[in-house]
Structures are given as structure tokens and as C-alpha cells.
């Protein structure tokens, strides 16, 4: 079974400029998340999919910060403008439902550098 | 959703000892996940165990759950240097897959 593929694996750009993150959850997994993590701390949920709707982006820094998921698969993450406080491993995870507790497949996550 | 509090910070000890990890919650949870992040990689699943449920084991992977303390506790015997690694617990609450991790326990094991 492939696991949850991400892309690019590593990232450098300069503050004020965009950036996106593509995720490619597992086959059959309706729900997709967004988790940063910055160095020595635990991941943090960015925001959560239930197939192509919203379910949780209370965590999401919206004015620069965008995501999406079309047609319930493949999701992108966008940050523009970026900030140097930015710089972080953006993982992807996904799992088979919402409710329950499931455990979460993650990605090898995007490491993003802001100069 | 909460978020569970790993104890220690960090923990250092030699091939084939046994390292104990603790995590404590604040409110009830449906089930409490261990995930474990090798450097420079993605988080693992370790093991799930249920609200009521008690011990769980997985190889040499043993956890409890005391939901009268709020607390749960990773072991894992037998330490291997590749068991090197942060641990994180993720307690899960009724309704809702949202996970919300801790600093974790960074445990270095020492050939």
C-alpha cells in the first residue's frame, strides 16, 4: 500500500515570496490534515479535510495562508506572502474517517526554509 | 480535543534497557495514540488504545491507560539504538479525529 506522498521534499525562499506544498493522500482515505511543526515542538494541525469540505481551520493563518482539496483527493497548501516564522516541516497526514480517534498516516513532510 | 503533556523531555539510556514515557490529559477521551518521529521524518502510529482498555501491547511495546489519573504510559523494552526518536502522545476525544501533540519525549538510546 503506498503511504501518504508529499512534495516538494525541501524548500528555500525568500520572505514575501509564495510557496505550495502538494499532498497525495492514501487511496480510500476521506480525511486529509495539514500539520506544521517548527523545530523542537510537536506537530501542529494547520487545517482538516473531510473529503473536499472544510472541517477544522481554526489554526490556519488565513491571510497567508490557503488550502484546498479538490475533488476529495490530492491537496495543496499555499503560503503567500511567506514570513521567516514560516520556516517549519509542513506534514500531510490523512486517515480512513473523521470521528473515532483514527490513527493518521503522515507524510514525509515538506521542510520549508524563509531567508 | 486536548492536548497530552509528555514527561520527561528527554531520556537517555543504553541498548537494551527499558525506557518509560508518560503522558497526562486534562479531560475524558475516547482513545489516546502514541506516535513516535525518527529525525528528519515523518510521525509513525505506534499504538491506539481505547478508553476502556487498560494495557495494550505491540512487540516490545507495552502501553497503559489509567483514565482515572487522566495518564497513559509507553514502555519499551529491550532498547535498540534505532528506537532513538521523539514520542509523542496524542489523547483523542469523543467526536472528532482532531489530534493535537505535545512537545514529546526525546529519547536518545545509546549504543
Known amino acids: 500500500e503506498a503511504g501518504v506522498a508529499q512534495s516538494p521534499r525541501y524548500k528555500i525562499i525568500e520572505k514575501r515570496q509564495s510557496v505550495a506544498f502538494w499532498c497525495n493522500p492514501i487511496s480510500g482515505h476521506a480525511t486529509l490534515y495539514w500539520y506544521q511543526q517548527i523545530l523542537g515542538q510537536g506537530p501542529k494541525l494547520l487545517i482538516q479535510f473531510q473529503n473536499n469540505g472544510v472541517v477544522d481551520d481554526s489554526q490556519l493563518p488565513k491571510d497567508r495562508f490557503s488550502a484546498e482539496r479538490l475533488k476529495g483527493v490530492d491537496s495543496t497548501l499555499k503560503i503567500q506572502p511567506a514570513k521567516l516564522e514560516d520556516s517549519a516541516v509542513y506534514l500531510c497526514?490523512?486517515?480512513?474517517?473523521?470521528?473515532?480517534?483514527?490513527?493518521?498516516?503522515f507524510g514525509p513532510g515538506t521542510r520549508l526554509t524563509v531567508l | 480535543s486536548q492536548q497530552g503533556e509528555e514527561d520527561p523531555q528527554a531520556l537517555s539510556i543504553q541498548e537494551g534497557e527499558n525506557a518509560t514515557m508518560n503522558c497526562s490529559y486534562k479531560?475524558?477521551?475516547?482513545?489516546l495514540q502514541w506516535y513516535r518521529q525518527n529525525s528528519g521524518r515523518g510521525l509513525v502510529h505506534l499504538i491506539l488504545i481505547r478508553s476502556n482498555e487498560r494495557e495494550k501491547h505491540s512487540g516490545r511495546l507495552r502501553v497503559t491507560l489509567d483514565t482515572s489519573k487522566k495518564s497513559s504510559s509507553l514502555l519499551i523494552t529491550a532498547s535498540r539504538a534505532a528506537d532513538t526518536a521523539s514520542y509523542f502522545c496524542?489523547?483523542?476525544?469523543?467526536?472528532?479525529?482532531?489530534?493535537?501533540f505535545g512537545t514529546g519525549t526525546r529519547l536518545q538510546v545509546f549504543p
Open positions: 496524542a489523547p483523542s476525544s469523543y467526536n472528532t479525529d482532531k489530534l493535537i
Open positions: 479531560t475524558s477521551i475516547n482513545n
Open positions: 497526514a490523512s486517515s480512513l474517517g473523521w470521528t473515532g480517534g483514527n490513527e493518521q498516516f
